[in-house]
């Protein structure tokens, strides 16, 4: 949660632009232990296309990157 009270999503994958996972989940064992979190699976229609070329332009802008884990 954005300190504005705004969610904020801190997972998200695209499978082959055809499925897209959003979720509020850090991808942590403790957080899956501790936390309760949502998520939301998206499949078919361009979201999941849609979502994975703006992942790219973000990570190209560097505003977005992977966590090195």
Do not use: Y
Not at 41 to 62: C, K, S, T, Y
């Amino acid at each position: 949660m954005l300190r504005d009270g705004r969610p904020a999503v801190r997972t998200a994958f695209v499978e082959q632009s055809c499925k897209l996972f959003l979720g509020s989940a850090n991808l942590t064992e403790s957080a899956a232990r501790r936390n309760i979190e949502a998520g939301a699976l998206i499949r078919g229609g361009d979201a999941p296309q849609r979502a994975a070329g703006h992942i790219v332009e973000l990570q190209h802008r560097g505003v977005l990157w992977r966590e090195a884990g």
